[in-house]
């Protein structure tokens, strides 16, 4: 079987991860340009003109309609990335020694804005376009080195040209999603996403159910890219049928799976799961099960989905719960997940832990390394905890 | 023999988790005889605190099921990486699940993947690895200490791991790994991990890979990014990750009891025990109102005066400091924080290998 992650070069139609500096968006390639960046700056990019080049290749944005701003991509080799980064030293420019000479009274720059935007429109390439702005800023020799570096960065950010396109990976789509708007996943933060998937045991071949809501399927597609083909996932539900068809157009789609690992995704409604019935045969061979909620549910029903897993295979079943609630903005909340700690642990849960984490980047460069400025505030609770046998089965 | 595949009943050589509570857990191989420290075969009897266990009789029993012993019961769970990392014997210092649950994720592993580690240490991150990549992946484990190779290799054979690592005794600073080319990620644990990077490089698929190093100190970091930027690998991203475990519980919280009152204070009776008499027959009343029945009492104005006096100094009757409310309180379900938790384990530094990178040194020889 020839697993759809070993395909290497983008296509027509799959879902690839666009990244310029740190901004990062899920996306499908199409014939269709795609739009980046604001109204009035806003780029239109055929994506479509890398097809066929392997994922993770780094491309040049190349102006082909100076009016309309249209871009195709060009890809780079190695050769030409580097002398790309080569040409942003600022080695041999004079700096200062401190920041004493500078003076903040916003006249440093020569250029206009609407000379700069002339410039780009003109079809000068980014690395222009900086070049001409640092040039034409009287105060650049008097800032320090460092300065001088982060001010290139910046506009670097703004006018530079080089994108990367990766295959749509969990980490990638994660971080894209959660980029994007934190509340398209309920506040899921990828650094807990990938607790709860350690949490869960969730191995190749394992039998997993999930109840998934408000997060794009992100989870879903996570705990199936860990099972793989052989194993089993449950997309428990509630609410409308049709529901469940909105993860074909989610982070599940996005992973681009091939027809076999996604035959190991089945769906049933919540109001079903009594009607699930332990398997006749000897469990010994089976796999382990579990049931995973990444999504809090009201403390009465997740017991349903416990009560009922537990039928169907007695043994260490692990649940799981991410504190969200996906119509408020406030989801992070962890009083549901207190009350359900309480609840499970009198319903034979042991080896609990709520917890959160922690999550903190930093900025690592010679002389300058230090946190990020910014850091997420929190990024949702989670319950872990072990299911043992009721008493009277032992 | 446990890790490999999930099974419901104990089996003679699986190894267990004995679970009494979050701090007392344990790893237990079933075993019938273990060796003591004479060197002799001696029947495997654990000592807990609440008794002690015939280790033997656990099999045939199920994973999940409670066991009774003298002062107190505990469970057998079954094996998982996260409780064996809880669990396991220490060689080296380890990583815990929540960098690992990081490591694991950001360098893209899942079934299939083919990974290359340095060093195995205990073994703690390599079997959650291990459990990730499934019978089909594969795991290059390297450690340069002898002793430390020697039980990790014998650990990963008894846990029936055998079929998908392959452990070395190797410096990989500076031979590399015997593979090439065949990795889909690289984790570093290194105390100089920029010796083993151009070999890690070397280690990825062509098409490109992960690399992770993780490093406790700032200064390891930041040479060992500087040092991926100049390989040209990209997206060079260091952080930290923790885990703020909280503690739930029902604790009880005292309930003040307000109610307005337009009564005199303290002070304004004090005051006005110094003025005339004339203010004191109203005093008087005033705590005659508050004391139930005290209309009744067949008191003398002169006892009154005595009666107000006593309320002075100690007994007058304020709403905050009734006996009511002190009693008054309501059971709420919290959560702690610890006292006490991890500020720091290490930093993690990612960093993506781009396809058709040029490798920067030659292939080692094996």
């Not at chain 1, 990062?24 to 994506?47: A, D, F």
């Not at chain 1, 392997?54 to 100076?66: E, H, K, L, R, W």
């Not at chain 1, 900025?363 to 505030?377: D, I």
């Not at chain 2, 495997?44 to 099921?65: D, I, N, P, R, T």
Request: hydrophobic residues 35%; aromatic residues 8%.
């Amino acid at each position: 079987m020839e697993d759809p992650c070993s395909i290497s070069t983008i296509s027509d139609g799959c879902w690839v991860v666009f990244q310029k500096g740190t901004y990062l968006k899920l996306t499908k390639i199409t014939q269709k340009p795609y739009m980046l960046g604001k109204r009035r700056e806003s780029v239109s990019i055929h994506l479509s003109s890398a097809i066929g080049q392997p994922y993770g290749s780094t491309f040049q944005m190349v102006c082909s309609n100076d009016k309309k701003r249209i871009y195709y991509l060009q890809c780079l080799t190695w050769e030409e990335i580097s002398n790309y980064d080569l040409k942003r030293e600022t080695a041999n420019e004079a700096s200062a020694f401190d920041n004493r000479n500078l003076l903040g009274d916003g006249s440093s720059q020569k250029l206009t804005m609407e000379e700069i935007m002339a410039l780009k429109k003109s079809g000068a390439s980014g690395e222009e376009v900086i070049q001409a702005i640092t040039a034409n800023s009287t105060t650049f020799s008097s800032k320090t080195k460092y300065s001088q570096q982060k001010y290139v960065d910046k506009k670097g950010k703004k006018h530079a040209e080089l994108i990367v396109i990766h295959k749509p990976t969990i980490d990638l789509i994660a971080e894209a999603m959660f980029f994007q708007g934190p509340r398209t996943v309920s506040y899921l933060r990828p650094d807990s996403l990938y607790q709860l998937l350690s949490y869960s045991n969730v191995y190749p071949g394992s039998r997993v159910a999930v109840y998934d809501s408000g997060t794009q399927g992100l989870v879903t597609a996570a705990l199936l890219h860990r099972l793989g083909a052989a194993g089993r996932l449950v997309h428990v539900y509630a609410g409308e049928k049709a529901l469940k068809y909105t993860y074909f157009t989610s982070a599940v789609t996005a992973m681009n799976f091939d027809d076999d690992t996604f035959s190991a995704l089945s769906f049933l409604h919540i109001n079903r799961l009594h009607k699930v019935k332990k398997p006749e045969k000897t469990l010994d061979t089976t796999l382990e099960p579990l049931v995973i909620d990444p999504r809090l549910l009201r403390p009465d029903a997740p017991m349903d989905v416990t009560d009922n897993g537990t039928q169907e295979q007695p043994h260490g079943k692990r649940k799981h719960d991410q504190d969200e609630k996906a119509d408020k903005p406030c989801a992070r909340r962890k009083a549901p997940l207190m009350e359900l700690y309480m609840e499970l642990k009198n319903h034979g849960g042991r080896c609990m832990h709520l917890s959160e984490t922690w999550l903190r980047e930093l900025q690592v460069l010679p002389e300058r390394t230090h946190p990020l400025v910014n850091m997420s505030g929190g990024g949702g609770f989670l319950l872990t905890g072990t299911k043992v046998c009721d008493e009277d089965q032992k | 023999m446990t890790f490999d595949k999930f099974h419901k009943i104990i089996k003679e050589c699986d190894t267990v988790i004995l679970y009494f509570n979050n701090t007392q857990t344990y790893a237990l191989e079933v075993t019938k005889t273990v060796k003591n420290r004479h060197g002799q075969q001696v029947p495997h009897v654990f000592q807990s605190m609440y008794g002690a266990l015939k280790v033997e009789s656990l099999v045939g029993l199920q994973f999940g099921c409670r066991v009774q012993l003298a002062t107190g019961a505990g469970y057998i769970f079954y094996p998982t990486p996260e409780l064996w990392t809880l669990t396991l014997p220490h060689r080296t210092q380890i990583l815990y699940t929540t960098d690992i649950s990081m490591v694991i994720a950001r360098l893209n592993i899942g079934p299939g993947s083919v990974v290359c580690e340095a060093g195995t240490g205990s073994g703690s991150l390599s079997h959650a690895i291990l459990r990730t990549v499934g019978p089909t992946g594969h795991l290059h484990t390297a450690d340069f200490h002898e002793q430390r190779w020697l039980a990790a290799a014998d650990e990963f054979k008894r846990h029936g791991l055998n079929d998908r690592v392959t452990t070395y005794w190797r410096d990989v600073c500076t031979l590399g790994w015997p593979v090439t080319e065949v990795a889909d990620a690289v984790f570093l644990d290194l105390p100089r991990p920029w010796l083993a990077l151009p070999h890690a490089v070397n280690a990825v698929k062509l098409n490109g890979g992960r690399i992770c190093s993780f490093s406790p100190c700032i200064e390891q970091v930041s040479r060992t990014c500087e040092l991926m930027r100049s390989l040209g690998l990209q997206n060079v991203t260091t952080l930290e990750v923790l885990t703020r475990e909280l503690q739930v519980l029902h604790s009880d919280m005292p309930v003040i009891d307000i109610t307005p009152d337009d009564r005199p204070n303290l002070k304004e009776l004090e005051m006005s025990a110094g003025e005339s008499d004339a203010k004191r027959p109203k005093l008087s009343a005033d705590i005659e109102s508050s004391q139930e029945g005290s209309e009744d009492c067949n008191v003398t104005e002169s006892e009154k005066s005595d009666l107000s006096a006593i309320a002075l100094t100690k007994e007058v009757p304020s709403p905050i400091f009734n006996g009511e409310g002190r009693t008054k309180s309501k059971s709420i379900l919290s959560a702690y924080p610890k006292l006490t938790q991890a500020g720091h384990t290490g930093y993690l530094t990612f960093c993506i290998v781009p396809p058709g990178l040029p490798r920067p040194v030659s292939t080692p020889v094996v």
